[in-house]
């Protein structure tokens, strides 16, 4: 679903949230993790906030980022603001998780039904599979980028 419809020097443009998404990946460089995008349609040119998240980054290549994103949307007649932010770290990300909880009482369930010996080979066998499919996957992409 397109979000915002543009007339700009060069034409038509319909832009929507993933379209952005996709194009600020595609000029940033991937070590960077949008939250959200919102486009607010200003007198003459539409908006575009993106907020992302890095760790460490001097304000000097920050302010190259921000220059080097409103290079590539000013033709397009679109204004970039970035926002930067830190992703939360630590316990509590893992306390927010899901998929944590899920692993914690999917183990709590096979203690329970079959022991610790049950336990121990079924994670044996789940680790076993997980690095050999991870590795697998490896070597074909390793195989189709050759």
Known sequence: ?????????LGLIKISNKGIFEFADYILKSRFRFY???LAPSDSQADVTIVITEEALSPDVKNKIE????EV????GMKASVLWAMPERGFMQFIQNPYAWAVVASCAAVIVTAGFVGFFWTAFWGAAAWFSIRGLSMLAKKIRSA
């Open 67 to 70: 220059n080097h994103l409103t």
């Open 36 to 38: 959200s995008v919102t």
């Open 1 to 9: 679903m397109y979000f915002l419809w543009k007339d700009t020097p």
């Open 73 to 76: 949307l000013d033709p397009i």
